[in-house]
């Protein structure tokens, strides 16, 4: 069956380190994937796209990694601060006509003083 | 970039009655969709509102029950109808205005929806 993952519920790290969120998939095959962020009472807020045929996309303290053959993206927040504490969701594209999309369940992120 | 805007932010209604949220873009765009994300899960898309033609329900949501409207290119309606417990929700829509394939989403800041 289909299905898409987030490492964890919840992930707790300690400000100034980098944060790693995972997202697995299987039985999809996307043309691109998207991460966004969720704030408590707001709507998802785009953050990086990365492409079936690249590997790592850079924005600032965010990186984005895409192993195809792992079925796995890699979200990395370097030097952390609180207010960075957030949900986090990865999304599949499935086409690249945006016809076919999922989202991840998320991962709650929080960065302690 | 898009701004958006949803009336009502929140809402409290019962049993049986209807509600329409409003979605209002500050900018044309072609593509608007709507999603709903019950409590502690992810968002889930209810149907594809594009300017000029019905919207597209993906499976296991109907017409009868979400009845879309898409009068113009900056607004857009999603009406909850003989709601019961289960549409408790959020419910957010969201656009796409570049050239489609929804590369850069924007959404708006959701309707939460309590059902008694």
């Known amino acids: 069956s289909q299905k898409i993952e987030q490492n964890s519920e919840a992930l707790n790290i300690q400000e100034g380190k980098t944060a790693t969120l995972t997202c697995n998939y299987t039985n999809y095959s996307p043309a691109y994937l998207q991460w966004y962020r969720q704030d408590p009472g707001r709507g998802p807020v785009f953050l990086l796209l990365?492409?079936?045929?690249?590997k790592e996309k850079r924005k600032e303290r965010l990186k984005v990694t895409f192993d195809t053959t792992l079925k796995q993206s890699l979200f990395h927040i370097t030097a952390s601060q609180p207010a960075d504490s957030a949900t986090y969701l990865c999304?599949?594209?499935?086409?690249?006509?945006?016809?076919?999309?999922?989202f991840g369940p998320g991962t709650r992120l929080s960065v302690l003083p | 970039s898009a701004v958006i805007s949803q009336k009502p932010s929140r809402d409290i209604c019962q049993r049986g009655t209807s509600l329409t949220i409003q979605c209002q873009v500050d900018s044309q765009v072609t593509m608007m969709f709507w999603y709903r994300q019950q409590p502690g899960q992810s968002l889930t898309l209810i149907a594809t509102a594009n300017q000029g033609s019905e919207a597209t329900y993906e499976s296991g949501f109907v017409i009868d029950k979400f009845p879309i409207s898409r009068p113009n290119l900056t607004f857009s309606t999603l009406t909850v109808s003989n709601m019961s417990p289960e549409d408790s929700s959020i419910y957010l829509c969201?656009?796409?205005?570049?050239?489609?394939?929804?590369?850069?989403?924007?959404f708006g800041p959701g309707t939460r929806l309590l059902v008694l």
């Open positions: 999304a599949l594209a499935l086409d690249n006509y945006g016809q076919n999309f999922v």
């Open positions: 969201s656009v796409d205005p570049g050239r489609g394939g929804r590369e850069t989403q924007y």
């Open positions: 990365i492409r079936e045929n690249e």
